[in-house]
């Protein structure tokens, strides 16, 4: 699809410039099974669509991408891991391990993403940190790092649980943040996807002593041309609930949904998903804006006039601080309100030094600022002196 250009016109001194009218959608606009939903824009981390967004709720297994991506962050995928008595008595689903069994971390988290084995999430948690608690609060601490406000993690695996932090729980928002980071911010994210993407997976203990297939059960991966990722979940409490990602055209988009749905309504979730995703294709394209705007030159108020003439207008050219790149891209629909806002001061008093700050040059998009860049005086400009008037003076005197 051919990008579009926007190119903004200079308004002065807080007038505001629209380049794209009407307002966004609104979450009642758009009917979903889930009872909380967001679509995110994955560059930016910006949510396009947001349904009782910051609602708290349970999560189940879309718990298990946190894992995922601290147990590739912080553990070598040839490492061995030992299943121990609390891992062996995880309830369905699960890999069926051993008190004792040994595997390799690598196999391991195939298991964990392609069969959301409950098993393998506490092995690699307690391989990783020790215990399941310790594993937690590094949960918690990455999922502060990542932004994330209402989100606590007290299990690997997403059962409901509660501990002295409280339940274990989420928003949509937060979620689709993880997932974001999972796939454009982590170190580890190419390895997140290769795992994630994987149809089917076997392996054995290390023992050899039995063998394992493992299927990927995220539909969303044939639903959608352009679908990169994703994980399902449920737990009674939870009911299910779906995080995933697309690519298309040079946008990613990432849609979270929980509450999508209880037994036997299991298909809701990949409803909601086409519908958000369809709508995100659909009505979000990227566009290219200029952050550059012709500017006038400022009166300078006792400033000594560039010609040397006492009696002439001081004036001082203004221009944009300078940057890489003015050209910035933004997904935007039509629905978007997007204004270029340039503030500036109409007159200066003497002296102005060159780079000195003059005003603003600043991109809105939906009353939110995206990019703000000084504009600049261009050069100095002494103030009129007493020696530099008498020095006129003479001069006049000695023309006559």
């Not at 203004?318 to 629909?333: C, G, N």
Request: aromatic fraction near 8%.
């Amino acid at each position: 699809m051919k990008k579009r250009k926007k190119r903004f016109l200079g308004i002065l001194t807080g007038m505001l410039l629209l380049m794209v009218t009407a307002v966004p959608v609104k979450a009642e606009e758009m009917e979903l099974y889930a009872q909380s939903a967001v679509l995110m824009d994955a560059d930016t981390g910006r949510i396009l669509f947001g349904k009782k967004e910051k609602e708290v709720r349970a999560m189940a297994s879309t718990t298990k991408i946190m894992t995922c991506i601290l147990v590739l962050e912080n553990t070598d995928l040839s490492d061995t891991a030992e299943a121990s008595r609390n891992a062996a008595i995880q309830p369905k689903v699960h890999l069926g391990v051993y008190e004792g069994e040994t595997f390799y971390v690598k196999d391991l988290l195939y298991s964990l993403m392609l069969e959301s084995h409950n098993d393998a999430a506490v092995i690699l948690a307690e391989k990783m940190a020790g215990s399941v608690e310790a594993f937690a609060k590094k949960m918690n601490q990455k999922a502060e790092e990542i932004g994330c406000t209402d989100t606590h993690f007290v299990t690997p695996n997403g059962l409901d649980k509660e501990d002295a932090g409280g339940e274990h729980r989420t928003t949509a928002a937060d979620l689709a943040k993880i997932l974001r980071y999972c796939i454009k911010q982590s170190p580890k994210r190419a390895e997140f996807l290769e795992i994630t993407r994987t149809k089917t997976y076997e392996f054995s203990d290390i023992q050899q002593k039995r063998q394992y297939s493992c299927y990927n059960h995220n539909a969303f991966l044939d639903m959608m041309q352009g679908a990169l990722t994703g994980k399902t979940g449920f737990t009674g409490k939870a009911g299910y609930c779906y995080v995933g990602a697309l690519e298309s055209e040079g946008r990613t988009f990432v849609v979270a949904l929980l509450g999508c749905g209880w037994p036997d309504n299991r298909g809701y979730k990949w409803q909601d998903m086409r519908k958000l995703m369809t709508y995100a294709m659909e009505d979000f394209q990227i566009q290219e804006f200029f952050m550059d705007v012709p500017l006038p030159e400022l009166t300078v108020e006792n400033g000594i006039p560039e010609s040397g003439k006492r009696w002439d207008r001081c004036t001082v050219p203004a221009k944009i601080e300078k940057e890489p790149e003015k050209k910035i891209q933004l997904l935007v629909s039509e629905k978007d309100q997007v204004k270029l806002v340039c503030n500036m001061k109409t007159k200066l008093d003497a002296p102005v030094r060159e780079g000195m700050v003059v005003g603003s040059l600043c991109l809105w998009l939906n009353g939110e600022k995206i990019r703000e860049q000084d504009i600049l005086a261009e050069q100095d400009v002494p103030r009129i002196s007493l020696r530099w008037c008498a020095g006129e003076v003479v001069k006049d005197f000695f023309k006559i």
